[in-house]
């Protein structure tokens, strides 16, 4: 049944709001516009929405029909997000920002806003509330990313560039450390399957 429950949205939207975390993807954000991406605001919103919003109900379903489980996702979720986190630290190019949609699909839509780490909160919130409350607080996360990722060159201009150089460095390093605990967290869970597994053998 489709309810909404305050106490719920307010601690969805906690949850989902520390994992999808656009304040600390600013300097992504820059860093790819810097490098010629375009990001259109409403399309990267709104394709994180409908990415998250289907994944929510046909998540588990979806990955089953491809033989691949949560974990095995996640692990490839988190290289991609090593690969962005090299290229704010050691400032090089690796990704090539050549998706037909500008930067808005790949990589804000997808897998920074849309990935592996939301992917799995989102199944984890659906067995503990209910489901209008998770569609409330994803609804409302996605609006705090739409004025982020709108008003990226406001905040750049404040915070300056010597600011944005620091938040890149230093969020370059928040975000491998994010991708390193994705990829052991998950590779833990696939050790724990496969265990059982090979004694049999």
Do not use: C, W
Not at 72 to 79: K, M, V, Y
Not at 149 to 160: A, P, Q, V
């Amino acid at each position: 049944m489709f309810e909404i429950n305050l106490l719920e949205v307010i601690s969805a939207f906690i949850v989902l709001f520390a994992v999808i975390d656009i304040l600390g993807s600013i300097p992504i954000i820059i860093n790819i516009r810097e490098k010629g991406g375009i990001i259109n605001a409403l399309q990267a919103s709104s394709i994180s929405f409908v990415i998250l919003i289907v994944f929510l109900f046909l998540g588990e379903a979806l990955l089953g029909l491809f033989g691949v489980d949560i974990s095995s996702f996640a692990i490839a979720g988190s290289f991609v997000l090593m690969i962005m986190a090299f290229e704010m630290i050691l400032g090089v190019e690796i990704f090539r920002h050549d998706s037909p949609g500008g930067a808005s699909i790949v990589p804000i839509a997808f897998p920074l806003i849309a990935g592996a780490g939301s992917f799995t909160t989102l199944l984890a919130l659906r067995s503990e509330f209910a489901l209008g409350s998770i569609i409330t607080s994803l609804f409302l996360n996605i609006v705090v990313v739409f004025l982020v990722l709108n008003y990226t060159n406001r905040i750049e201009k404040f915070i300056g560039a010597g600011g944005v150089y620091v938040l890149k460095k230093f969020f370059g390093i928040i975000l491998m450390a994010m991708s390193i605990r994705l990829f052991m967290s998950n590779f833990a869970n696939l050790l724990i399957d496969f265990l059982p597994k090979l004694k049999g053998i």
